[in-house]
């Protein structure tokens, strides 16, 4: 069939809004109606590093209503409000432990550009473009695999939902499925940000007693206020390690680290007392640690997280019902603009204009 997609075609080049041949789903895949997309850094990334083979149509948020499913699928069927999230084999050994985010297969899956078949369902004057993340939602329409698909209530706007799909559920997630913090306990997250503001919010769910917002930004801060960080520090204006070892006595039992910054790391990890643990769930380059005095010498650990540890299809309808409950309110995170502003949605994210974008596409 076709359909209108926007098409990435080299590094760092904006999207192209174009038609392009979308194959049928097979026997195992949806073809899912797609109503909007967050925008997220991974695409961003995907675009200007070059995650995946171009050319390619990118959007890994995406959230929608199942027009069609494969002979072999059973837990989707057609009118289905639906999240597309992560690809995931579903058969190595961490998949079937409960940790789908680490799949030994995820980097193929996801960044390879071909569906787990090894075949391409999207294509552009016969030639093969790649899929992200096993759906490809900055389309009208997509196909992906069952396992990438999360039905969701039917009474929630659909175009608020794509978001729960990466980087909601990174922050969240981390928070309560990997740290699972003790109530009481104290955690700092830096950045705030979609997945940094996300985490503030799981933290006040959890019970955390001291919740401790950092950024470079003002007018973030005070949303992280509102979103229940009890504490929030401007980076620029204060000694950061300093500041949270005197408001929590000693250090943090928990950070997230989401902005990827390297002396931001370094403070992450300074500012935790000992035994703490500090989640890094940005993309971070080189850092040069003094394992001794950084981490061993006080039984700190230091820990990679994707996807907020999750299994979507479990977590995500939990988030929903969270922002039904007036609970998890990432509304407040969001601004809609139409499809074809998709490339000023990303330069509005790249400036800090808006927190999250979302684009809707039908």
């Given amino acids: 069939m076709k359909i209108q997609a926007a098409v990435t075609h080299g590094l760092g080049e904006e999207f192209k809004f174009e038609e392009v041949e979308l194959g049928e789903p097979k026997m195992n895949e949806v073809l899912v109606k797609i109503v909007a997309s967050g925008v997220c850094h991974t695409d961003a990334v995907a675009r200007d590093l070059g995650l995946s083979p171009f050319p390619a149509v990118l959007g890994h948020e995406g959230s929608g209503i199942v027009e069609k499913v494969g002979s072999a699928v059973t837990t989707i069927q057609a009118g289905d409000h639906v999240v597309l999230s992560f690809a995931y084999c579903g058969h190595c050994e961490n998949c079937l432990t409960g940790h789908p985010t680490v799949c030994l297969n995820f980097n193929d899956l996801n960044f390879g550009g071909k569906m787990q078949d090894g075949t391409n369902r999207i294509h552009h004057h016969d030639h093969a473009v790649s899929t992200f993340f096993g759906q490809s939602s900055f389309g009208t329409f997509a196909v992906t695999n069952e396992r990438n698909v999360v039905k969701v209530d039917p009474e929630v706007d659909l ?10 559920q990174t922050g969240a997630g981390t928070v309560l499925n ?44 005070e949303l992280a206020r509102e979103l229940g960080a009890t504490h929030t520090l401007n980076g620029k204006n204060v000694d950061v390690v300093q500041e949270i070892k005197k408001i929590t006595k000693g250090g943090t039992h928990y950070a997230v680290e989401t902005t990827g910054v390297p002396p931001v790391v370094k403070q992450a990890i300074h500012a935790l007392r000992p035994l703490g643990s500090c989640a890094i769930v940005g993309v971070t380059p080189e850092i ?23 299994i979507p299809q479990v977590f995500i309808p939990q988030l929903v019902d969270y922002y039904k409950r007036g609970l998890f309110p990432f509304d407040k995170l969001t601004k809609v603009y139409d499809f074809d502003q998709l490339n000023e949605a990303f330069e509005d994210s790249k400036k800090g204009i808006t927190i999250k974008p979302i684009v809707k596409i039908s």
Wanted: glycine share 14%.
């Fill in 159 to 168: 175009t608020l939902l794509g978001p729960l799909g990466c980087g909601i």
């Fill in 178 to 221: 990997r740290f699972k913090p003790e109530f009481g306990s104290s955690i700092a997250i830096y950045g705030s940000g979609a997945v940094g503001l996300s985490a503030v919010m799981a933290a006040k769910i959890a019970g955390c007693f001291n919740i401790i917002a950092v950024d470079i930004h003002d007018s973030r801060l």
């Fill in 288 to 310: 040069t640690f003094d394992v001794h005095n950084d981490i061993m010498a006080e039984g700190k650990t230091v820990m990679g997280v994707i996807e907020g540890d999750s």
